[in-house]
């Protein structure tokens, strides 16, 4: 890697990849057991509230984490500015839609599901201070994520033993997904404070560069609506045909293949964008080399996680799961290769990202979803947690491999550039 990427890069994947490792360690060590204390059923209402909220996570964040970091990369004086434009917004838009959940909520019957959704939809508060890492990632600081992400874990592990040892019950998990996100920001204010990298109390919002910056995050804002509303077909479908506990199998297994596994490929993608953008800039050659290094690197993990989870699966489920979650056995095989698909179309975003050509995110996502409706709709009733885990994979597919070949000039770019 580190003939094409600088040592500043390497050291900057270096901290994101290690801090996936430290997650991967210990949520091997605790995700089981809470999974385990709380059951399927539980598990499933949890994520099926985090999948419904899931949907408007494009308002809240607005798709400005890449244009922001772009921006920052791209004109390092006005970095103070994006970052307090880019706060405020999502501030106004957090605002917006909880009012209206809570007006929802209000004036329809009660449900034990509400609860639930308010302490997800107030962690969506504290991941505002999310914008701090725009500006880390840009300067490649990973250290200081590092350091705000492993203290914060630390602190909500030990309260995550407390609740599986005293059999608490899934609104307190919930809780727990808040304070992570308040515990993180707090050690960002106070790191950048100390380094004296902004003045806080003159942060202002800028109409014309708010304007600016929604125009171009909006393809992204749509085309995350997509990715979320694709995210979330196979939890409402699993819910309508099969009910909780289905949701609770389904998310054992994405609990393994995404949270354990396919973000260590997406860190590495993140920790690298800003070195991607700065070649695109600069030199067209050095950025090609880099792209290809970038796909070499997250093919091989990607073989490596469908191997993994292909030959040491079911000991995994076995060893670390109650006897509930075995029907993720054949899901679990099934979904294990998805992250190589996916890696290959994050490094395409990118790409897009780069070059001004967002709409083809919001095409492609468009025939993703598509497929992935009528696959859900087609081979859950047949295969259940099994099927869901076809159309997703499928999809998957479609949406990051076969749209690149469908679209001319995707192909004629990178087949110049590879």
Not at 206 to 225: D, H, N, Q, R, T
Not at 334 to 346: K, N
Request: proline letters at 3%.
């Amino acid at each position: 890697m580190t003939n094409v990427f600088s040592k500043k890069d390497f050291i900057a994947t270096k901290w994101f990849t290690l801090e996936k490792l430290i997650q991967f360690v210990t949520g091997v060590f605790i995700v089981p057991q809470i999974f385990s204390t709380l059951g399927t059923i539980d598990i499933g209402k949890l994520k099926f509230v985090e999948s419904v909220l899931g949907l408007l996570t494009p308002l809240f964040f607005l798709g400005l984490s890449a244009i922001c970091i772009r921006e920052i990369v791209f004109n390092p004086k006005r970095s103070e500015q994006i970052l307090a434009t880019a706060f405020y917004l999502r501030l106004a838009s957090w605002i917006a839609i909880f009012i209206g959940i809570v007006i929802y909520f209000y004036s329809t019957e009660n449900s034990p599901l509400n609860s639930l959704y308010l302490i997800i939809a107030v962690s969506y508060f504290f991941k505002l201070t999310d914008v701090f890492e725009y500006y880390l990632l840009a300067k490649k600081w990973t250290k200081i994520i590092f350091i705000s992400k492993i203290s914060s874990l630390i602190i909500i592990v030990s309260l995550q033993y407390y609740g599986v040892k005293n059999n608490l019950n899934v609104n307190y998990f919930a809780k727990l997904i808040a304070l992570d996100f308040l515990i993180q920001g707090v050690i960002y204010y106070f790191i950048l404070k100390y380094k004296k990298q902004f003045l806080f109390k003159q942060w202002r919002f800028s109409w014309p560069l708010g304007k600016s910056l929604l125009k171009m995050s909006f393809p992204l804002i749509v085309s995350s609506a997509l990715i979320m509303f694709y995210i979330s077909i196979d939890e409402l479908f699993l819910k309508h045909f099969l009910g909780d506990h289905a949701n609770g199998i389904f998310a054992t297994v994405q609990f393994l293949v995404i949270a354990l596994s396919w973000n260590i490929g997406f860190s590495i993608i993140n920790a690298l964008y800003p070195s991607l953008a700065e070649s695109y800039k600069d030199d067209s050659i050095l950025y090609a080399r880099k792209l290809k290094k970038l796909f070499k690197i997250m093919c091989f993990l990607g073989v490596l996680i469908g191997i993994l989870y292909t030959l040491f699966g079911s000991a995994i489920l076995n060893a670390y799961f109650s006897e509930s979650y075995a029907e993720a056995k054949s899901p679990l095989l099934i979904f294990c290769w998805a992250p190589l698909i996916i890696f290959i179309g994050m490094i395409y975003e990118k790409h897009l990202i780069n070059t001004n050509q967002l709409q083809k995110n919001v095409y492609r996502f468009i025939i993703g979803c598509t497929f992935n409706v009528v696959l859900c709709y087609l081979l859950i009733p047949i295969w259940q947690v099994s099927g869901a885990a076809i159309a997703v994979l499928i999809s998957h597919f479609i949406t990051n491999i076969g749209y690149i070949f469908l679209d001319p000039k995707s192909r004629k770019e990178l087949v110049s550039l590879f």
